[in-house]
């Protein structure tokens, strides 16, 4: 015989475990809901993070060896250094696309970085330590509008896709710094290095060591002595 | 298309070296791009068979390498200019890795009249021929060893464009253009890079004109032949 208190207790037992799992449940589906709520306020579209405007490209022509300037229109950052990797990003996707004039792999992502910063200048000999100094710090003495060196950093698989020859290897880097110069015309010299270090040569032939002035790789110039 | 160079240290070291290799003996004034060309009493040929060794060169038609095809067009043309009563010194006669300051360095004790530095690509038509894109400058007597050739570059355009017309006269499609290559930079002679590259786009004319095409090959040598006796002509003349 169960004496009365124990089912008493038995049966306030029952309805607490039942009114626990009622409230846990309805935790559960709170949480859920809110899960269900920010995902919702998550942004399904990429913002536009700049407005198109029209871009001049040197495309090049293995063809003929030559440069031509060619319009696109594609958005634009307004930061100078963003505004360069894109330009010339569009510019290795056209030659990354199939029927190409100037065939070479790899497209935008081969431009890992672009680094613009105050050309070197000719400086008495105490003040030449250093070889090129950031553009906010140089601008007290060269001025906001002063001629600017800009370093295009390669991926190295960028170089190791690339043809070699003196021809295809001398037209993709002046397309470069003609494009820059076309978009940028503050740019007026671009080194060019491949996983942040300095080759001697891009595929082979053209040499990565020097210094390339922008000025000499305008359309109709450039590729042509 | 001008280059700044690179450190002055290394500039200053190799001035030297540059000095050593430079012709000796000769008048400044008789180097300088404007004077006259003096008339040679011998007449040397630097043939450049670039890459070789571990640097293969580019991969061509058919898997054949680079250095491969340089080597081997080297020959045949050093087999045409001897016949033509020329001294022909080569950077390479076999597989075998040669750095660039080498080569020029071998050109430089030469005193060659002219130096081709050879090279192949399966890139673009026809031959590709390219001189330094160092400014012309006047003859120093230490001159920097990076660019040495600035006091040439005026005669390597010349050259240049003999063998432009003479490629030209023999059908063959040039292209025209100035670079900055590794080697040819710091030789002290009349400088031209020779790309040879297919005659016709790649899969539009399987009739001739690749670049193992034994034909077309003996047409640019010759033609290359050609223009260097050409050269050695107009050399001579006061």
């Given amino acids: 015989m169960i004496p009365r208190y124990q089912k008493i207790l038995f049966v306030i037992l029952l309805a607490a475990s039942l009114a626990m799992g009622g409230v846990l449940w309805y935790l559960l589906d709170r949480a859920h809901q809110r899960l269900l709520t ?9 913002p536009q993070v700049a407005p198109a405007e029209q871009a001049t490209l040197l495309v090049a022509n293995d063809a003929d060896g030559s440069l031509v300037a060619q319009v696109q229109s594609l958005p634009l950052p307004a930061d100078p250094g963003a505004r360069a990797r894109a330009v010339l990003g569009k510019l290795l996707d056209l030659y990354a696309a199939e029927g190409s004039t100037h065939p070479v792999q790899g497209g935008a992502v ?29 601008r007290a003495s060269s001025g906001a ?6 370093v295009v950093n390669f991926t190295s698989n960028f170089a190791a896709g690339h043809p070699s020859g003196i021809e295809t290897e001398t037209l993709t880097l002046l397309s470069i710094c003609g494009t820059l110069r ?22 082979g032939h053209a040499d990565l060591t020097r210094t390339y002035l922008t000025a000499e790789a305008a359309p109709g110039e450039g590729a042509k002595p | 298309m001008r280059w700044t160079s690179g450190s002055g240290g290394a500039i200053a070291f190799f001035s030297v070296v540059a000095a050593v290799f430079a012709p000796a003996g000769r008048d400044a004034a008789a180097q300088s791009p404007s004077a006259p060309p003096p008339p040679y009493s011998r007449y040397v040929v630097v043939l450049d068979a670039a890459h070789g060794g571990e640097d293969t060169g580019a991969r061509l038609e058919g898997g054949r390498l680079e250095k491969s095809f340089t080597l081997a067009f080297s020959v045949r ?11 022909v010194t080569t950077t390479r006669e076999q597989d075998a890795s040669v750095d660039a300051d080498r080569r020029a360095a071998i050109a430089n004790h030469a005193r060659a009249q002219a130096c081709l530095s050879l090279h192949a690509s399966q890139s673009g038509l026809g031959v590709h021929l390219y001189i330094s894109s160092l400014a012309p400058a006047s003859t120093l007597r230490f001159a920097p060893w990076k660019t040495a050739q600035a006091a040439w570059v005026t005669r390597s355009l010349a050259l240049a464009g003999l063998l432009n017309s003479t490629l030209q006269h023999n059908n063959v499609p040039v292209i025209l253009g100035r670079t900055a290559l590794p080697g040819i930079d710091s030789m002290t002679c009349p400088t031209v890079a020779v790309e040879i590259a297919p005659e016709n786009a790649t899969g539009k004319d399987a009739s001739g004109g690749k670049l193992d095409d034994p034909d077309y090959q003996a047409h640019v040598a010759e033609a290359l032949a050609a223009a260097l ?5 107009e050399a001579r003349q006061p």
């Fill in chain 1, 38 to 46: 920010g995902q919702d306020s998550a942004p399904t579209r990429a």
């Fill in chain 1, 145 to 150: 509008n002063g001629p600017l060196l800009a």
């Fill in chain 2, 77 to 87: 043309l050093r087999s045409l200019l001897a016949a033509r009563g020329m001294q």
């Fill in chain 2, 229 to 233: 006796l050409e050269w050695r002509t």
């Fill in chain 1, 182 to 203: 076309a978009n940028l015309p503050r740019v007026a010299e671009v080194r060019f290095l491949i996983d942040g270090q300095q080759h001697p040569t891009l595929a």
């Fill in chain 1, 110 to 138: 081969s431009i890992a970085q672009v680094f613009l910063l105050a050309a070197p200048e000719s400086k008495p000999a105490a003040s030449q330590g250093a070889q090129v100094r950031p553009v906010a710090a140089s």
